[in-house]
């Protein structure tokens, strides 16, 4: 037998020994450190059974991997990445995985009715199948809505259906799966109905969509569609290559017209944290700008040497959702934390939010990213999450059809597949209320002209409608 094929033979018999024994190990594992409050059996006891289908803190591998090394807290369940190794671990929690009788990746039943505090919702499926990684929607009237699929296509709900034929003629994106570039939101001009313009953030690279490693930043246009075609597009922010960069992660990508007619939009901190208080560069920022692009005279940094004039604030790890409140006129947003420190904001002009010189979360790893989470000149969270539910849409509610509702802040999570009601007084929040929990990830929310609240679900892909019965 040659080498090659003994050392390769070998090194799989090692592996096949090492899974089986890691199978065995998740078990021993378990029964020695977690059966005394999960129960033998996983069945539960003093603490919540692990066979389930709703995950409280999220139910994809590594979220699960994360809850156990590093604990869950303000509750019993400590980190046990001071006791267990990561191989540990990971035997550990693939043993819970595979005793599950509805695997955590199964597609989940979608209740039809959800009892609230003030309402039972009926829910309905519009869309179950087709979208793929729907990101943001807009109605362009009351039959009718845009929505954009991250892979980089704009499809159309025609009366609660999904129109076979994608936009044509849009953009190329630099969209990889395994990334998290691609498509964001769309939003429509405040005077659509009389000039048509609808707006597309994505991210962009100069040249090979297909090459992960192009330079590429978050971008914003404008365009028409007429004929199922993307027309007379017109690039609204593009910064210039030297600026985009290669690997990003957080892209931001919500855009949101308040109701002065200017466009915010965000871009995430692209990986690179430390950009986020570098006034030159793009990443870490909410910006604002005219709706044919131009920058409003009063933005803050107009008249800062070397800053991106476009910058409305600065320190944002990730926005991913603006909304305006109906009375006072502020803008509300939810950014995408690091571990721990998901936050709610109120956009002021100029403000420096922190990240990453404060905040109340550690690195995904575990890594500290500081020790401080107040610093004079940065702004407080109105709240922050800990555990980080991966906050991403918010929307205030203004429909007749929610009267008990009004001026709540509706929040949608990834990770934690949630939607949060926040009571807000002067404010604060009072009061939060879970109204949906654990049937998918929540990507985007919207009130339909029907007064209706639409949601838009990744993983499974699918459009649902809440009303009160
Ligand atoms: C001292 C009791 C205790 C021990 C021991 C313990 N846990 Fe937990 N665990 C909890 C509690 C309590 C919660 C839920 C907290 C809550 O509901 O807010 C929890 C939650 C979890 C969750 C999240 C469940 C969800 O719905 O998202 C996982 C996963 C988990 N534990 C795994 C483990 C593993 C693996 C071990 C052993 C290494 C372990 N636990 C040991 C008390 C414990």
Same mark, same amino acid.
């Given at each position: 037998?040659?080498?090659?094929?003994?050392?390769?033979?070998?090194?799989?018999?090692?592996?096949?020994?090492?899974? /089986?024994?890691?199978?065995?190990?998740? /078990?021993?594992?378990?029964?020695? !450190?977690?059966?005394?409050?999960?129960?033998?059996? #996983?069945?539960?006891?003093?603490?919540?059974?692990?066979?389930?289908?709703?995950?409280?803190?999220?139910?994809?591998?590594? %979220?699960?991997?994360?809850?156990?090394?590093?604990?869950?807290?303000?509750?019993?369940?400590?980190?046990?990445?001071?006791?267990?190794?990561?191989?540990?671990?990971?035997?550990?929690?693939?043993?819970?995985?595979?005793?599950?009788?509805?695997?955590?990746?199964?597609?989940?039943?979608?209740?039809?009715?959800?009892?609230?505090?003030?309402?039972?919702?009926? &829910?309905?499926?519009?869309?179950?199948?087709?979208?793929?990684?729907?990101?943001?929607?807009?109605?362009?009237?009351?039959?009718?809505? #845009?929505?954009?699929?991250?892979?980089?296509?704009?499809?159309?709900?025609?009366?609660?259906?999904?129109?076979?034929?994608? &936009?044509?003629?849009?953009?190329?994106? %630099?969209?990889?799966?395994?990334?998290?570039? +691609? !498509?964001?939101?769309?939003?429509?001009?405040?005077?659509?109905?009389?000039?048509?313009?609808?707006?597309?953030?994505?991210?962009?690279?100069?040249?090979?969509?297909?090459?992960?490693? %192009?330079?590429?930043?978050?971008?914003?246009?404008?365009?028409?569609?007429?004929?199922?075609?993307?027309?007379?597009? *017109?690039?609204?922010?593009?910064?210039?290559?030297?600026?985009?960069?290669?690997?990003?992660?957080?892209?931001?990508?919500?855009?949101?017209?308040?109701? =002065?007619?200017?466009?915010?939009?965000?871009?995430?901190?692209?990986?690179?944290?430390?950009?986020?208080?570098?006034?030159?560069?793009?990443?870490?920022?909410?910006?604002?700008?005219?709706?044919?692009?131009?920058?409003?005279?009063?933005?803050?940094? &107009?008249?800062?040497?070397?800053?991106?004039?476009?910058?409305?604030?600065?320190?944002?790890?990730?926005?991913?959702?603006?909304?305006?409140?109906?009375?006072?006129?502020?803008?509300?947003?939810?950014?995408?934390?690091?571990?721990?420190?998901?936050? #709610?904001?109120?956009?002021?002009?100029?403000?420096?939010?922190?990240?990453?010189?404060?905040?109340?979360?550690?690195?995904?790893?575990?890594?500290?990213?500081?020790?401080?989470?107040?610093?004079?000149?940065? %702004?407080?969270?109105?709240? !922050?999450?800990?555990?980080?539910?991966?906050?991403?849409?918010?929307?205030?509610?203004?429909?007749?059809?929610?009267?008990?509702?009004?001026?709540?802040?509706?929040?949608?999570?990834?990770?934690? =597949?949630?939607?949060?009601?926040?009571?807000?007084?002067?404010?604060?929040?009072?009061? *939060? =209320?879970?109204?949906?929990? +654990?049937?998918?990830?929540?990507?985007?929310?919207?009130?339909?002209?029907?007064?209706?609240? !639409?949601?838009?679900?990744?993983?499974?892909?699918?459009?649902?409608?809440?009303?009160?019965?």
């Amino acid at each position: 037998m040659n080498r090659l094929r003994k050392t390769f033979l070998l090194t799989n018999i090692f592996f096949l020994f090492v899974l /089986a024994a890691s199978g065995q190990e998740g /078990a021993s594992i378990y029964q020695t !450190y977690c059966a005394g409050c999960h129960g033998a059996q #996983l069945q539960g006891g003093s603490a919540e059974t692990l066979i389930k289908t709703i995950w409280k803190y999220g139910r994809r591998g590594d %979220a699960i991997f994360r809850n156990i090394k590093f604990g869950i807290p303000s509750t019993e369940m400590i980190g046990w990445g001071k006791v267990l190794n990561d191989v540990q671990i990971k035997a550990v929690s693939d043993f819970i995985i595979a005793s599950q009788t509805i695997p955590p990746d199964a597609r989940r039943t979608i209740p039809s009715t959800l009892k609230t505090k003030h309402y039972t919702l009926k &829910v309905e499926q519009l869309i179950t199948a087709g979208l793929h990684t729907p990101w943001g929607m807009e109605f362009l009237d009351p039959d009718r809505a #845009l929505i954009t699929e991250r892979s980089g296509a704009i499809r159309t709900m025609i009366n609660g259906k999904l129109n076979e034929g994608a &936009v044509e003629g849009v953009p190329a994106t %630099a969209y990889q799966p395994s990334t998290t570039g +691609g !498509y964001f939101d769309i939003a429509l001009d405040p005077k659509y109905k009389t000039n048509g313009w609808i707006y597309l953030a994505f991210s962009h690279t100069n040249g090979d969509h297909t090459n992960k490693n %192009a330079p590429s930043m978050t971008k914003v246009i404008r365009g028409k569609i007429k004929n199922n075609q993307w027309v007379e597009q *017109q690039t609204l922010f593009e910064v210039p290559d030297s600026l985009k960069v290669t690997g990003g992660n957080r892209w931001g990508g919500r855009l949101f017209f308040d109701k =002065e007619g200017f466009l915010f939009f965000s871009i995430g901190d692209m990986a690179r944290a430390n950009d986020s208080q570098d006034l030159r560069k793009p990443s870490g920022k909410v910006f604002r700008i005219s709706s044919d692009g131009s920058i409003p005279k009063d933005n803050p940094f &107009v008249r800062t040497l070397n800053a991106l004039p476009a910058i409305y604030s600065i320190g944002n790890r990730n926005v991913q959702g603006f909304a305006q409140h109906p009375e006072t006129g502020e803008i509300w947003m939810t950014e995408h934390g690091p571990m721990g420190g998901d936050e #709610l904001n109120i956009l002021k002009k100029g403000t420096n939010y922190g990240w990453p010189v404060i905040t109340y979360g550690v690195d995904y790893s575990g890594e500290i990213v500081s020790n401080d989470t107040v610093k004079s000149g940065m %702004a407080q969270p109105v709240i !922050y999450w800990t555990p980080s539910i991966a906050v991403c849409p918010a929307e205030f509610v203004t429909s007749q059809q929610f009267s008990k509702w009004n001026n709540n802040l509706l929040v949608g999570a990834l990770a934690f =597949e949630e939607i949060r009601r926040l009571v807000i007084t002067n404010n604060q929040v009072t009061e *939060q =209320e879970m109204i949906l929990k +654990g049937v998918g990830r929540v990507r985007e929310l919207k009130t339909g002209p029907d007064g209706a609240i !639409y949601v838009v679900l990744n993983e499974p892909d699918m459009i649902i409608r809440l009303t009160p019965q």
